[in-house]
Every structure is written in C-alpha cells, then in structure tokens.
C-alpha cells in the first residue's frame, strides 16, 4: 500500500486540460508580471469571499508583512499571536521589528485562547494575528470583544489581522473569515486546500485605505510608475500562478465539500473504534474538534496521540511509534508543529522559556497529521484507521 499525502499530481490530471489551456494563454501573451489574469483572480477571489477588495502577493509570508506594513506596524510595537502555528506568523512580526508577543491556545481547537489575551495587553500593543489553524477558523467574537474592550476602557485601536494560510474557504457564522478582521491573509503554497503551482498568496479587506496602500506595497511602493509613495517590496504574484489558481477557484467549492466529507468518514471510522477516545497500546487517540460556529477547511486531518491516564511515558514516544508503524504500512504522516514558537532558537531573545506555554506544548508533542485531500478514497481511509 502506498498513499499519496496531498495527492497534488492526481488533482493536476484531474483538471489538466483546463490548466495546461490557461498558462498556455500565459505563455503565448508572455505578460508574465501583472497580466490580466491577476486581475481576474482577484475579483474572483473577491466573489468567492464577498470581500470588498482581493489583492494577489507573492505568498502566504509576504501577505502577511503587506498586512502588518498597512497598518503602520513600526519597531517596537507589539503584536499578539499564537506560539503554536508555523514560523511566518511571527517572523514577519520579528523582520519588521516589531515584538511577538505569544498567547497560549485552546486545548479543543488548538487557535489562540481568547480568554488570555487581554492580560498581555499593554500600550504598545498595536494589533493581534490569529491563526486559524489546521484550517479552522478562530473565536472571532471573543477576539472582538476584547478588542471592543480595549478601546472603551484603554482608548487603544487594536487591529485584527487573521493568519488564514490554512483556512481560505472557511466560515465563521456563515461568512467568510475576512469580514470579522480588518485584513486577512492567506497562501496558495501548493499543499494549501487552493494552491497554485509555486508560491502565491493574497491579502483580503473591506478597508479602502488599507487596500490602495497594499496594492502600492506590493509594487514597491509606487501610486504611478516610478514614483514611490512608500518603501515598499517586490511582492507581487506571478501571472502564470494566478492563471493556475483561477483554474482550481472554479472546482474549489466542490473540492472544499470533498475535504470536509473525508474529515467526516475519517472521525466516523474513528469513532466506530471506540468514540474518538480509545485506548490502545497505552496511548488515546483524540480526534479534530470543529466549534459549531465554524466550518473547517481541514487543510490538515489532525489527531492526538496521547498516553493513557495511567501511563506516564513521553507522549512524543507514542507519536513517534505511531509514525513509523503507518510509514512502514505505505501511509504518510507530518507534524504541524513539533516545537512551539516561544521554544525556537531564533526566538530566544524574547526570553521565553519551558513551560510559559503549557497547552502548546502539550499539544506540539502529542499532534499528528493524516494523509488530507478531496480524493482520500473509502478504503484508503478505512486502511489509515485500521492502522491505528
């Protein structure tokens, strides 16, 4: 047995005639840089989403710094965010000088706990990034009330900016995330549920002047050719990555549905085994929590491996015996995250140490990703579960 991860390739052949007819339009006009095909993307992506304004980037990192860079972020500011996600979200913090300040998560969710949030507040405090991780998206309307809070009783504008990277066709309350968020971002790096054929990202708003600011940043500033309004960077997506990502936009519904029912047979099978909560070899399996509030884009399947509550050896013992007994049965498996934030050597300076972040480091020992794509077979998936 031998099961594809992401199951790039098989998506490819899946739309091929389609993609290959859409850069080769690319490559007969030769408008490699902002053709009309980003354009396209963008108000497609506009209808998609509902938001006022879509603007391509070079990718997922970058939409991230245009956001943080649109909002004036400056040396020692500070910004609040979650130590459990991938390293982009606060190295750009970091790159434009500005100081991480890590929140730990929720244990069900694995998002940034809202109710630790406003302690870490003080008034150079300039905005907070939530992730919304694994494709789920976060308490919005606990993060709003604290930011409500903030400006009645502190008089201090805190913008919100979300780290969708992994959540782009996600909803909260049946609206897509970037209307709860001054600004969202997200990647079409190309295991992300839309991704394009290298890197790629967007920034999405429904603030005119954030928008017309970003979309100068990404051309190095400029409001007319050659005249620079700001310092800007080189951040824009290429046309032949906006022409694939158009393609994949028009079956992206279909696929997203395709994600959210694989999750389901996959928890459906789990939960035959014994309710998501099963002991087995001394260790439990816990499954993906999904807030009602929330749809997910399950960008990763993710579960726990955890000792029993009798069995007190590491969990990364378990994780790790897991992972190699599936890997030897053909089954991939990754971890997103192995070590939190606050925990990496580049973060040193920020003085953090073990033990400041409890749930995240937990969580980082304990979590591991199943094989996640729109075209999991049923018995690719009975054959995963039956592994564990």
Known sequence: MRIDFAKLQYQYKLYQDEIDKAIHTVLDKSNYIMGEEVQELEENLQNFTGAKYAITCSSGTD??????MALDIQPGDEIIT???TFIATAETIAFLGAKPLFVDIDEET???DPNKIAEKITDKTKAIIPVSLYGQPCDMDAIQAVVNQTLKTKNQKLYTIIDGAQSFGATYKNRAEVHY???YTTSFFPAKPLGCFGDGGAVFTNNDVFAQKMKMLRVHGQNKRYHHKYIGM?????????????????HYAKDLALRQEVAQKYSDKFREK?????????FEIILPYIDSRCTSAFAQYSIRVKPSTFNFQPSTSFRDKVQAKLKEAGIPTAVHYP???HLQE?????????????????????IMSLPMNPYLSDEEIHDIVGYL
């Open 234 to 250: 080189g951040g824009r997506m290429d046309t032949l990555q906006c022409a694939v990502v158009n393609v994949k936009l028009k």
């Open 82 to 84: 979650t130590p459990f």
């Open 110 to 112: 694995y998002n940034i």
């Open 181 to 183: 968020a001054d600004i």
């Open 346 to 366: 580049c973060f040193e300076y920020l003085g953090y140490k073990e033990g400041d972040f409890p749930v995240s480091e937990k969580i980082s020992g304990e």
């Open 63 to 68: 939409a991230l710094l245009l956001a943080m």
């Open 339 to 341: 070590m939190p934030l």
């Open 274 to 282: 014994g309710e998501g909560r099963r002991e087995k070899d001394g």
